[in-house]
């Protein structure tokens, strides 16, 4: 008896083939660069046409992954901005961007108005490769590092899938310009050339001149939310302990909670919606002012003969930060809450510190390194007493 034989499956697609190969293989580590060059050339050599829309829709697939296992899009960003090249943020910056296009506005999480925000095309332009390999490996290392990011604690929905909380009192205008600021004053200290410091200083200085919210202000407006949530804020490397320290004096300092990971370059501060608006202006603020105030500091030891040095830096950052933290302490300890609301600020410190935990099970504490240059230390305690911390402060000049 004759027995009809099934035909043959379809060979697979070249995007298909190309995964296989550089993403799903459990390749030696040694073989990894091979596998992406072999994957990489199966994508060159297919239709352009067919071959990107498939990576566009499988790329969007990639996002959803991460937004389900707690990631947002100024996470993702900060980390491939991290771990991989600029034309990867922009390539990244497009895929979220047409990804997100498929929500309505009302679907999306609070706080993601201002991230999606900073992703417009004027602020990230796209890139153009030089040509198709060198666009395939770009987009296969992107996707390598999109497929193994690990699940986070979610601070927000998914998108679409609850509608989107009110945003609090802080607009998403203002928020996509502190992201700004940040920005600014991490490339003024990571560069190795004093005279681009100071101008990204004076840059960063200038918009945060232009920026006149007042923490306190916020703070004090009605409508804080029935229950503690939580966000990410960015901490930008170099000096990121320092930077982590500063954060978590200020968010003590607003009834709130911050758990740094470091791994990620962010922490999550936790409390109630004005307060963390509240920690998020004044964070920047005091980068800002500290940041100048080094600035400064180290226009000095040129002076005298010094060069600069990523040990004066480190220094004068921890130290600001610590006296910072002091100042901020003391200040709140001095505040007495009239007797009717002692009952309403107690639970609500208890609601934020329950949340966190649960949240953030297990915790560690970090060890401060780097303090070792003296001069630097005493210039970080002097811009600490010199820095606007409460709700008199004056517009940053």
Known sequence: MNQQTPP????????????????????????????????????????????????????????????????????????????????????????IRSEAERYPSAALPARWAAQLA??????????????????????????????????????GPVPGEAPAAPR???????SRTLTRIRALLAKAEATDYPEEAEALSAKAQELAARYSVDPAALAEQAGGGAAPVACRIGVDPPYETAKAILLDAVAEANRCRAVWSDDFGFSTVVGFASDLDAVEVLYTSLLVQGNAAMTR????????????TKTFRQSFLTAYAARVGERL?????????????????????????????AMFPRTTST?????????????????????RVGPDRRPLK
Not at 367 to 387: K, L, P, Q, Y
């Open 367 to 387: 060890r401060v390194r780097g303090v070792s240059d003296e001069a630097g230390w005493t210039e970080g305690r002097a811009a600490a007493d010199d820095a």
């Open 8 to 95: 043959p499956p379809p060979p697979p697609s070249p995007v298909d083939a190309a995964f296989a190969t550089a993403l799903y293989a459990r390749a030696p580590r040694k073989g990894v660069d091979a596998a992406l060059d072999t994957a990489a050339s199966l994508l060159a050599a297919a239709p352009a046409a067919a071959a990107d829309a498939e990576l566009t829709r499988r790329g969007e697939g990639f996002l959803r992954g991460a937004w389900e296992r707690g990631w947002q899009p100024a996470d993702v960003v900060r980390l491939v901005r991290r771990d991989l090249d600029d034309h990867h943020v922009r390539t990244v910056a497009a895929l």
């Open 297 to 308: 500091a180290e226009a000095a030891q040129r002076a005298g003969g010094r060069k600069r």
């Open 118 to 155: 900073e992703l417009a095309p004027d602020a990230v332009p796209p890139w153009r490769a030089p040509d198709r390999f060198s666009y395939a490996t770009a987009v296969l290392e992107l996707y390598r590092l999109l497929l193994h990011l690990p699940s986070i604690e979610p601070v």
């Open 329 to 357: 302490t003391a200040a709140a300890a001095a505040v007495a809450a009239p007797d009717d609301l002692l009952p309403v600020l107690a639970t609500r410190e208890v609601a934020v510190t329950a949340t966190t935990e």
């Open 168 to 174: 609090g009192p802080l607009p998403a205008g203002e």
